[in-house]
Structure formats: structure tokens, C-alpha cells
């Protein structure tokens, strides 16, 4: 079983939706846990990360359930340079696992 | 200026050749990371240096070799390539590793084919 399982998608929605997606961690101890975005052909950034009790950073919210060893972002008021790789990442220790990210495109 | 930069950004060479991919930051940390993102875009950590020290190595063909002569330098070298190393390898680093490490701050990436 991979550390991180994300949906691959693609998610195809329209300017204006909201779209959520999830992923799952198979450590239990895992102690932290961050989105990242990338672009197409570029490099990771960090976009957020994720604390026990949800967060929220403009339209991005993600929350974290621990019991069922998930994390989810949702994007509301989507906009078209929302298009790129979400990447959900959790730290083990000193180690920072990938998911092979979720693909989003926000179309016109 | 840029804050991790490796070099160079495309390189395209013959299975069984070696090659080297260097790495810089000049952000200060003292951890730097070699990553590996395949075709299927799946992004897995291979090495980690903590101020000079290795202390993270996956299970990665002993081809490949990460040297660190300083904590703002990572560089990679691969020996013997073969068609499965095809990849973009990113070179990463972020504040004293500890348990609130979470940022990583990438290079452009290193684009590599093996033919």
C-alpha cells in the first residue's frame, strides 16, 4: 500500500464551482500534513498546510480527520490558474511523502 | 535571484553513461533533498542531507551517489544510467530539519532521458 493515495482525477469543472478531493495516509503516526500545487511542468509549492482543526486560506479549506487517516481540499469560486496538480504530502519523522497529486482544470 | 537552482535543466544522453546533476540554495537551510518524479508523475524522496549529513536514503540503486560539500550544495551523480532512470529529478531544501519541517523549496527541476 503506497504511504499517500490521492484520485488521480482529472477534475474538470467550470470557473465558479467548487471542487473537493481527498487523500488517504497509511501511517497512523504521521504528524503533519501540507497541499502542494503544481503547475504543468514546474515545480512544487507549497499551497497550505493542513492542522487538526481545518484551516481555511481565501478559498482553499482543507481539513484533516485523523480517525480515518484522511485530508481533503475544497476550492470554491474556482478561477481558470486554479488549473494545476494538488499534491497531498505527510510527513513521517523527518520524511515527506508525495501523493502522486489530483488534477484539476477550472474551464471558461 | 533563485533560490534553488540546479543544473543543467534538460539533459539527454546514452543508456550506460555517467551523469551529474548539481544543486544550490541560497536560502540558508540546512537541509537539501534530491526528489525523483517518474511518468506517472508520482514525486518519491531518494536522498536527504542534513547540514553535510546523510540522513535520509531510500532504497535507490547504489549508482546513484549525492555528494554535499557544503549545506548549500546537493549535487547528484549517476553512473551507468539505464532506461528506468528517465525521470525530472528535483533538488529541494528547507529550514533545520525538525518536526515542524513542511516547506520545501524546489528547483526548476532536471528534465533527464536516457535513449
Known amino acids: 500500500r503506497k504511504e499517500v493515495e490521492q484520485d488521480p482525477g482529472p477534475f474538470n469543472v467550470p470557473e465558479g464551482a467548487t471542487v473537493a478531493f481527498n487523500c488517504t495516509y497509511s501511517?497512523?503516526?504521521?504528524?503533519?500534513f501540507f497541499w502542494y500545487r503544481q503547475d504543468c511542468r514546474k515545480e512544487p509549492k507549497l499551497l497550505m498546510s493542513?492542522?487538526?482543526s481545518g484551516n481555511e486560506d481565501g478559498r482553499f479549506t482543507a481539513q484533516l480527520n485523523r480517525a480515518s487517516q484522511y485530508i481533503s481540499l475544497l476550492i470554491r469560486d474556482s478561477k481558470l490558474s486554479d488549473s494545476a496538480t494538488y499534491l497531498c504530502?505527510?510527513?513521517?519523522?523527518?520524511?515527506?511523502?508525495f501523493g502522486a497529486g489530483t488534477t484539476v482544470t477550472v474551464r471558461a | 535571484d533563485t533560490a534553488v537552482s540546479q543544473t543543467p535543466k534538460y539533459l539527454v544522453t546514452q543508456m550506460g553513461n555517467d551523469k551529474s546533476i548539481k544543486c544550490e540554495q541560497n536560502?540558508?537551510?540546512?537541509?537539501m533533498y534530491w526528489y525523483k518524479q517518474d511518468s506517472k508523475k508520482f514525486l518519491k524522496i531518494m536522498f536527504s542531507?542534513?547540514?553535510?549529513?546523510?540522513?535520509i536514503n531510500e532504497t535507490v540503486p547504489n549508482r546513484f551517489s549525492p555528494k554535499s560539500p557544503d549545506k548549500a550544495h546537493l549535487n547528484l551523480h549517476i553512473n551507468s544510467l539505464e532506461l528506468g532512470d528517465s525521470a525530472v529529478y528535483f533538488c529541494?531544501?528547507?529550514?533545520?530539519?525538525?518536526?515542524?519541517?513542511?516547506?520545501?523549496?524546489f528547483g526548476e527541476g532536471s528534465r533527464l532521458t536516457v535513449l
Open positions: 529541494a531544501s528547507s529550514q533545520a530539519i525538525g518536526r515542524n519541517t513542511g516547506e520545501l523549496f
Open positions: 501511517n497512523s503516526a504521521s504528524q503533519s
Open positions: 493542513v492542522y487538526s
Open positions: 504530502v505527510v510527513r513521517n519523522d523527518y520524511k515527506l511523502s
Open positions: 536560502l540558508g537551510h540546512d537541509t
Open positions: 542531507y542534513n547540514n553535510k549529513e546523510l540522513i
